[in-house]
């Protein structure tokens, strides 16, 4: 599993957070934990496939939005013990 953060220029407020959570949503119907942040200008999400980068920008310009950045990282659960 993936951990995927892309970098976001344009979102305000919390109905920007939404439409781009609805966006990541439509376009990778697998995404788990889809979280948006405007005050980071970043919206995270866990992917069992990799992500597209030219996918995710069309998208993202599509609703009027700016992307800036994408990093794609392995995701491992951490345990309720392990530090």
Same mark, same amino acid.
């Given at each position: 599993?993936?951990?995927? &953060?892309?970098?976001? @220029? =344009?979102?305000?407020? =919390?109905?920007? %957070? #939404?439409?781009?959570?609805? &966006?990541?949503?439509?376009?990778?119907?697998g995404?788990k934990?889809?979280s948006?942040?405007?005050?980071? =200008? %970043?919206t995270? /999400?866990?992917?069992? %496939?990799? #992500? @597209? !980068? !030219?996918?995710?920008? &069309? #998208?993202? #310009? !599509? &609703? =009027?939005?700016? /992307?800036?950045d994408?990093?794609?990282?392995?995701?491992?659960?951490?345990? /309720? /013990?392990?530090?």
């Amino acid at each position: 599993m993936n951990k995927v &953060t892309i970098k976001i @220029d =344009g979102m305000m407020c =919390g109905m920007c %957070e #939404a439409h781009i959570n609805d &966006t990541i949503r439509k376009i990778y119907p697998g995404a788990k934990k889809v979280s948006s942040s405007h005050k980071k =200008g %970043e919206t995270t /999400f866990l992917l069992d %496939e990799s #992500a @597209d !980068e !030219e996918k995710i920008k &069309t #998208a993202i #310009a !599509e &609703t =009027g939005y700016e /992307f800036k950045d994408i990093k794609t990282e392995p995701f491992v659960k951490k345990g /309720f /013990f392990k530090k």
